[in-house]
């Protein structure tokens, strides 16, 4: 098919005179004689078997054909231009691929990925959001945020952040927007549970704040009087504290925007330590450059955190280990 192709000057003669309906403005904008885009008109309407110009009665105009013709070579003309524009301006690009859970790229990461394509445009962050353990070693992903009490073994890894979980929800759900006096005041709120996988013993969620909490009111019950909703993803969970459904054991660190802003509360002054978040990758990776800029970028910003919206020891008057 490429061989029918008629000459490229005699393509861009066409294209130049059929825009500006003038051989002249076609001679001009191309830099030669209107004799010259003439003759490579009639050349493209012999290779066409067909005439493309209406010439005579004046004004010039394009026949059916060149009508049919003239818009697909002005978009294919474009696309040759903006193609060689693009390798003129690009320039090489490294590509780093980082998984994490939804829930921490959703709520932590993503609100300030800006500030790192300030700092490294030549970077292109790849974010794989999933809750499933990547395999770091068999090339799935470059680097990892995990959540974890422990280092996984054989990797590289520093502690970015560390949150601690506390019963919060809406104001709208507490008597006059103020921390509950009792734990046994949060009982009569629909309870929010998440589901934790079986490689986290202990999690921070209702059972083990409530057995923290009997220290405070012994003979406190173990479920709550209002039933209550059950998420498999966490996300999920956060949608339903903002929407007002019920009360959750929940990460300040990821809902530190809402309780800046007043759309959740804590609800009562008792928590229990969270994880960490591990910033992970194998070592001597062939993109180490990259995984050093980036971490040096997310050290900051989780430094710049503050205190209070880390899960910093002393958050809180009452705390509990998990």
């Not at 890894?157 to 019963?167: A, F, G, K, N």
């Not at 300040?252 to 969270?274: E, I, N, P, Q, Y």
């Not at 960490?276 to 070592?283: A, E, I, K």
Request: charged share 20%; aromatic share 6%; hydrophobic share 50%.
């Amino acid at each position: 098919m490429r061989r029918q192709l008629p000459p490229l000057t005699a393509l861009r003669a066409f294209e130049a005179a059929a825009r500006h309906l003038s051989f002249a403005a076609a001679a001009a904008e191309l830099g030669v004689t209107p004799t010259a885009i003439s003759h490579q008109i009639r050349e493209l309407e012999l290779a066409c078997g067909q005439a493309l110009f209406r010439r005579r009665p004046r004004p010039l105009v394009l026949t059916e054909a060149g009508q049919r013709l003239f818009p697909v070579l002005r978009a294919g003309l474009d696309d040759f231009a903006a193609a060689v524009a693009a390798l003129r301006e690009a320039e090489p690009r490294e590509t780093l691929r980082l998984t994490t859970t939804n829930a921490f790229a959703h709520l932590w990461l993503v609100p300030r990925l800006a500030e790192w394509r300030k700092r490294r445009p030549d970077i292109t962050l790849e974010i794989i959001g999933t809750d499933a353990q990547l395999d770091l070693r068999a090339g799935e992903a470059d680097l990892a945020i995990r959540y974890a009490r422990t280092a996984p073994p054989g990797l590289v890894t520093r502690e970015i952040l560390r949150d601690r979980h506390w019963p919060i929800c809406s104001p709208s759900l507490l008597p006059g927007g103020t921390p509950a006096r009792r734990p046994s005041e949060l009982l009569r709120l629909t309870l929010i549970h998440m589901t934790w996988g079986a490689w986290l013993a202990e999690p921070p969620d209702w059972s083990h704040w409530l057995a923290a909490a009997r220290r405070i009111e012994p003979g406190l019950a173990s479920a709550g009087h209002a039933g209550a909703l059950s998420f498999r993803e966490e996300l999920h969970a956060y949608e339903a504290l903002l929407a007002g459904q019920g009360i959750a054991i929940y990460s300040d660190l990821l809902a530190a925007r809402a309780l800046a802003s007043g759309r959740l509360v804590k609800a009562f002054d008792l928590s229990l330590l969270g994880l960490g978040f591990l910033l992970t990758h194998v070592p001597d990776h062939r993109k180490q450059a990259a995984i050093a800029a980036f971490s040096a970028w997310i050290e900051e910003a989780a430094a710049a955190t503050p205190p209070e919206r880390r899960g910093a020891a002393g958050a809180g008057n009452a705390s509990a280990s998990t």
